[in-house]
């Protein structure tokens, strides 16, 4: 049968056949990602930014999503594990549950990249990849204070903070860092804080709720409010909307399509800009070099403890984006196009430069 294919395909099949085999003798890398509900950009930006580095990179992986259920993300690490990763990189839904993963991994000889979120029970991951969270929360206090400026609030500002999961360790460490840049304000009298809650899971419907019940127990006077993700911060613009009220200065995060969006609109200040595809790489450049028994030191870029233990780290740094650099940043680094954003009513509010960017079907 052989004899009868030209060289050249029997050669391109043999070099298939040993690239497969080459990638089978590798192992996997598995991606345990949290849930859908939180944020968008797990499924719209994470999966494909990984999904495209294996790929390139031509090794064995898989990539799954626990959907907000602990107990589901444990067995689908047992399962990873079972079905031969030497490499797990997890966004933990809690630290207990991370922990968990981690010392089933460790017991089988699997290195875990603590994905985004740093698990700060038990001995920790083998590395850290993220960005600097307490910069994000500074970037959202500043522009907080920025928008409440340009908006010609008279004091005392009326604040209201809606903070993300308290499972998460990155919503403390987004809250140290707001808190450093409005904690004096208040302090100060110049503005006031109305309530200080946070958000079970990120859950957008529970923040929905949550500000609301602020809303009226405060009669409607909230002036502004810090909100720890795009996601929170639509759920302050659907709470003012469903109670007839303006909208307010509020911050986010994640730089995902509708926060754009409602920035264009004037419904939201500013968010910020985590090059995703960035954090996703060096993860994956980890995760391979790890996979290959390759020395990765020179991709670490500092350390992070844990609580237990100093974690080899890779740290980002993130960017404010308002209505003034929305084409310098997310739209010139490709992360988000003119063309998911300005569609339907949001159209109207789009540069007249972007729109004549467009296709022509765009924007319909």
């Given at each position: 049968m052989l004899k009868a294919l030209p060289r050249i395909l029997i050669f391109s099949l043999m070099l298939v056949f040993t690239v497969a085999a080459n990638a089978q003798s590798e192992g996997l890398i598995a991606v345990l990602l949290p849930d859908s509900a939180s944020s968008a950009r797990w499924e719209a930006d994470d999966r494909r930014f990984f999904a495209q580095a294996f790929e390139a990179a031509g090794v064995n992986y898989s990539i799954v999503n626990a959907e907000g259920d602990a107990t589901v993300q444990i067995s689908q690490a047992e399962q990873a594990i079972t079905n031969g990763a030497k490499v797990i990189l997890l966004v933990n839904l809690d630290s207990g549950s991370g922990a968990a993963i981690i010392a089933l991994a460790r017991e089988a000889g699997v290195a875990v990249i603590d994905y985004d979120r740093l698990t700060i029970e038990g001995e920790g991951a083998d590395y850290y990849v993220s960005f600097d969270n307490e910069a994000v929360g500074r970037l959202q206090g500043e522009g907080l204070v920025a928008a409440v400026e340009a908006a010609g609030i008279p004091s005392p500002v009326r604040v209201a903070v809606l903070n993300g999961s308290p499972t998460d360790n990155n919503a403390t460490l987004f809250k140290n860092g707001y808190d450093s840049v409005i904690n004096p304000l208040f302090e100060s009298g110049e503005w006031v804080e109305v309530d200080d809650q946070s958000v079970p899971g990120w859950d957008n419907q529970q923040a929905l709720v949550i500000f609301e019940q602020m809303l009226t127990a405060a009669g409607g006077e909230i002036d502004a409010a810090i909100a720890a993700n795009d996601g929170l911060a639509g759920a302050v613009a659907a709470a003012?909307?469903?109670?007839?009220?303006?909208?307010?200065?509020?911050?986010?995060?994640?730089?995902?399509?509708?926060?754009i969006q409602r920035i264009l609109a004037g419904q939201q200040s500013m968010?910020?800009?985590?090059?995703?595809?960035?954090?996703?790489?060096?993860?994956?450049?980890?995760?391979?070099?790890?996979?290959?028994?390759?020395?990765?030191?020179?991709?670490?870029?500092?350390?992070?403890?844990?609580?237990?233990?100093?974690?080899?780290?890779?740290?980002?740094?993130?960017?404010?984006?308002?209505?003034d650099n929305i084409a310098e940043t997310v739209i010139a680094d490709g992360f988000r196009t003119w063309e998911e954003i300005c569609v339907g009513e949001f159209a109207a509010f789009c540069p007249e430069e972007a729109l004549m960017t467009m296709t022509p079907e765009a924007g319909s």
């Open positions: 003012l909307a469903n109670q007839g009220l303006p909208y307010i200065p509020v911050t986010g995060q994640d730089a995902t399509v509708a926060g968010t910020v800009y985590k090059a995703i595809k960035a954090e996703a790489e060096a993860a994956a450049a980890l995760a391979i070099g790890l996979l290959r028994g390759e020395d990765v030191s020179g991709l670490v870029t500092g350390v992070v403890n844990n609580g237990t233990n100093d974690i080899p780290s890779v740290l980002l740094v993130p960017v404010s984006v308002t209505i």
